[in-house]
């Protein structure tokens, strides 16, 4: 019996290393990176490599306070592999995806069965933005999975007895470990989502000493140890001022809206709602204990409630919005969801009338959209201005109306993922596992041919002009320039003009640019909208931009110097007799 175990469990490995392979990897590097957090983490790792400091971060060659470096040290040895491109920044969260499909199965296996694994997997893998997440070059992905996976050694160690001393120190620092390697990868927000959860935990079951001393003492040791890793080297070798800075930049996240991403205080639980379509609708059926649940199942629900709350509430309290704030709520979701897929396969739920009609709208919605969408942009070809006509933004209204390519024929990916979803809604009647499989598989398929279709046309829309323009400035030997944006922000004009590192400090500063004598081109790129200042500047003028950016370059200073002797040489002999030619 252990031995078919053993043998199905490595096969089954095998399976999901290959399949999830096939479902993250491909078309990861054929779009740009998306501007602004893409191309931030992305120049930062690129920064590292040219800079050769692979201990501080930084952006633009000054030092970044934002992030630790543990995903930049993925993305470089990416790079380092596959060269600096948009496959080898997104490399990491695609072999993140793969790491989180095994690891999914391993706790499913462990919680209950091999079944509820493939369940829970399926859940996760066939929703929306937990899928896309893997084809991205965010950091989210990776510092989500070690969260959860030191939740899940917590979650561990309660379920021990206290005689079982050796195996809950084990896990104490286990759970330790990973929460050290969350700080490594994205700061101290990681290790004080998994102290709340387990403070609300405490509260909630009346454990108060759910980890003794000395389990804290391991969890905290591991902690220390991993961050050292960096934080300590930091602090020894820069002093505390990065630290504050470091501190003080988290601090202002709660505080305020970083750079204008703001919203309303439920803006997390829309985003959840819908965007972890259809996993989020069917976990509805797994938020609340079954009679003769087993204790392990209603612990592990428990645990999973708790994280998801922490995290929507304490993210809906930062002041910044950013929809990958509160991307770690997936997980603690999926569990809910694979917990509800289940009890409606074996019987002990249904779904009821609600949730049938809410899977089947939210589908029909998503399926219209994509199909409409392609035979509406080709409808209006050539006549975009009717629909940007409508749009009150002018750099959105001006995004539009760059020329992208739609044959039309791009709906039938819509087409075949609403088909696939209306037969799984039809089968959600009759055979229940082939409706709930073919929901969950209708996203999947969205990912793997609605995305590789529509994404590069609607990134040219966003942002093609702007990036084609950047790009034309990397061979620096027939075209050494200054570029820059103005009044606005942005990474890409350094990632896509491969920026090397300063030797001139003085091109930080932007009046220079504007003003000085300077000893190279000058471009500054802006935004329609905000471009009255350039416009009417003596040194620039707009040599290009027509689809939301706008190009500027600074006019040679040495012919403005000479036409300014020139003119003023002749207005001089105009207007006074008494100077003669020679005399000047």
């Given at each position: 019996?252990?031995?078919?175990?053993?043998?199905?469990?490595?096969?089954?490995?095998?399976?999901?290393?290959?399949?999830?392979?096939?479902?993250?990897?491909?078309?990861?590097?054929?779009?740009?990176?998306?501007?602004?957090?893409?191309?931030?983490?992305?120049?930062?790792?690129?920064?590292?490599?040219?800079?050769?400091?692979?201990?501080?971060?930084?952006?633009?060659?000054?030092?970044?306070?934002?992030?630790?470096?543990?995903?930049?040290?993925?993305?470089?040895?990416?790079?380092?592999?596959?060269?600096?491109?948009?496959?080898?920044?997104?490399?990491?969260?695609?072999?993140?995806?793969?790491?989180?499909?095994?690891?999914?199965?391993?706790?499913?296996?462990?919680?209950?069965?091999?079944?509820?694994?493939?369940?829970?997997?399926?859940?996760?893998?066939?929703?929306?933005?937990?899928?896309?997440?893997?084809?991205?070059?965010?950091?989210?992905?990776?510092?989500?999975?070690?969260?959860?996976?030191?939740?899940?050694?917590?979650?561990?160690?309660?379920?021990?007895?206290?005689?079982?001393?050796?195996?809950?120190?084990?896990?104490?620092?286990?759970?330790?470990?990973?929460?050290?390697?969350?700080?490594?990868?994205?700061?101290?927000?990681?290790?004080?989502?998994?102290?709340?959860?387990?403070?609300?935990?405490?509260?909630?079951?009346?454990?108060?000493?759910?980890?003794?001393?000395?389990?804290?003492?391991?969890?905290?040791?591991?902690?220390?140890?991993?961050?050292?890793?960096?934080?300590?080297?930091?602090?020894?070798?820069?002093?505390?001022?990065?630290?504050?800075?470091?501190?003080?930049?988290?601090?202002?996240?709660?505080?305020?809206?970083?750079?204008?991403?703001?919203?309303?205080?439920?803006?997390?639980?829309?985003?959840?709602?819908?965007?972890?379509?259809?996993?989020?609708?069917?976990?509805?059926?797994?938020?609340?204990?079954?009679?003769?649940?087993?204790?392990?199942?209603?612990?592990?629900?428990?645990?999973?409630?708790?994280?998801?709350?922490?995290?929507?509430?304490?993210?809906?309290?930062?002041?910044?919005?950013?929809?990958?704030?509160?991307?770690?709520?997936?997980?603690?979701?999926?569990?809910?969801?694979?917990?509800?897929?289940?009890?409606?396969?074996?019987?002990?739920?249904?779904?009821?009338?609600?949730?049938?009609?809410?899977?089947?709208?939210?589908?029909?919605?998503?399926?219209?959209?994509?199909?409409?969408?392609?035979?509406?942009?080709?409808?209006?070809?050539?006549?975009?201005?009717?629909?940007?006509?409508?749009?009150?933004?002018?750099?959105?209204?001006?995004?539009?109306?760059?020329?992208?390519?739609?044959?039309?024929?791009?709906?039938?990916?819509?087409?075949?993922?609403?088909?696939?979803?209306?037969?799984?809604?039809?089968?959600?009647?009759?055979?229940?596992?082939?409706?709930?499989?073919?929901?969950?598989?209708?996203?999947?398929?969205?990912?793997?041919?609605?995305?590789?279709?529509?994404?590069?046309?609607?990134?040219?829309?966003?942002?093609?002009?702007?990036?084609?323009?950047?790009?034309?400035?990397?061979?620096?030997?027939?075209?050494?320039?200054?570029?820059?944006?103005?009044?606005?922000?942005?990474?890409?004009?350094?990632?896509?003009t491969n920026k090397l590192p300063v030797t001139n400090q003085k091109e930080r500063d932007i009046n220079w640019l504007m003003n000085g004598k300077t000893d190279k081109a000058v471009y500054l790129v802006t935004k329609v909208g905000r471009e009255d200042e350039l416009d009417n500047h003596p040194n620039f003028k707009r040599v290009g931009g027509k689809y939301g950016y706008l190009f500027y370059k600074k006019i040679d200073t040495a012919l403005i110097y000479r036409s300014d002797i020139h003119r003023n040489t002749k207005n001089s002999l105009q207007n006074s007799d008494s100077i003669s030619v020679k005399s000047y």
């Amino acid at each position: 019996m252990n031995v078919l175990t053993d043998t199905s469990f490595r096969t089954d490995r095998i399976i999901i290393i290959l399949v999830s392979a096939l479902l993250f990897i491909p078309f990861i590097g054929s779009v740009h990176l998306f501007d602004w957090d893409e191309i931030n983490f992305a120049e930062a790792s690129r920064e590292m490599i040219l800079s050769g400091d692979y201990t501080h971060v930084q952006i633009n060659y000054e030092t970044f306070w934002e992030k630790p470096p543990f995903f930049f040290w993925l993305q470089v040895i990416c790079m380092k592999v596959f060269g600096i491109s948009e496959f080898a920044a997104r490399l990491p969260n695609a072999l993140t995806g793969i790491a989180t499909m095994l690891t999914l199965y391993a706790m499913g296996r462990k919680l209950e069965n091999r079944k509820f694994a493939w369940i829970w997997m399926l859940t996760y893998v066939g929703s929306v933005l937990p899928h896309f997440y893997f084809r991205t070059g965010i950091i989210d992905p990776v510092f989500n999975l070690f969260i959860f996976v030191s939740i899940w050694f917590v979650y561990k160690l309660a379920q021990l007895g206290s005689d079982q001393i050796k195996e809950r120190l084990k896990f104490a620092a286990l759970a330790g470990f990973f929460s050290g390697m969350a700080v490594l990868t994205k700061g101290p927000v990681g290790l004080l989502v998994v102290l709340l959860t387990v403070g609300v935990y405490m509260i909630v079951s009346k454990k108060f000493w759910a980890l003794t001393i000395k389990e804290w003492l391991f969890f905290f040791l591991l902690v220390g140890t991993v961050s050292i890793a960096w934080f300590g080297y930091e602090l020894v070798t820069n002093g505390p001022f990065f630290l504050q800075e470091f501190i003080i930049y988290q601090i202002r996240l709660f505080q305020t809206q970083d750079a204008g991403h703001g919203g309303p205080f439920y803006y997390h639980a829309l985003v959840i709602l819908f965007g972890c379509f259809p996993m989020s609708y069917f976990a509805f059926l797994g938020f609340k204990n079954n009679i003769g649940d087993a204790e392990a199942r209603k612990q592990m629900r428990l645990w999973s409630v708790i994280a998801f709350v922490v995290v929507l509430v304490l993210f809906s309290i930062v002041k910044t919005k950013i929809v990958h704030y509160s991307s770690f709520c997936y997980f603690p979701l999926s569990y809910l969801a694979a917990t509800g897929v289940e009890r409606v396969l074996n019987g002990s739920k249904t779904i009821n009338r609600f949730l049938f009609f809410a899977l089947l709208i939210t589908g029909l919605l998503i399926g219209i959209a994509l199909i409409g969408f392609p035979l509406l942009v080709k409808y209006y070809e050539g006549r975009m201005f009717e629909i940007t006509s409508l749009i009150k933004d002018p750099f959105a209204a001006k995004n539009f109306l760059a020329p992208v390519i739609w044959s039309g024929w791009e709906a039938l990916a819509g087409l075949a993922y609403l088909i696939v979803f209306i037969l799984g809604i039809y089968h959600l009647k009759k055979e229940i596992v082939k409706g709930v499989v073919l929901i969950f598989f209708s996203t999947i398929l969205f990912h793997e041919t609605v995305l590789p279709l529509f994404l590069p046309k609607i990134e040219t829309y966003i942002q093609g002009e702007v990036i084609n323009f950047y790009e034309s400035f990397t061979d620096r030997d027939s075209k050494p320039a200054y570029v820059e944006v103005y009044n606005f922000k942005s990474f890409a004009h350094l990632y896509y003009t491969n920026k090397l590192p300063v030797t001139n400090q003085k091109e930080r500063d932007i009046n220079w640019l504007m003003n000085g004598k300077t000893d190279k081109a000058v471009y500054l790129v802006t935004k329609v909208g905000r471009e009255d200042e350039l416009d009417n500047h003596p040194n620039f003028k707009r040599v290009g931009g027509k689809y939301g950016y706008l190009f500027y370059k600074k006019i040679d200073t040495a012919l403005i110097y000479r036409s300014d002797i020139h003119r003023n040489t002749k207005n001089s002999l105009q207007n006074s007799d008494s100077i003669s030619v020679k005399s000047y």
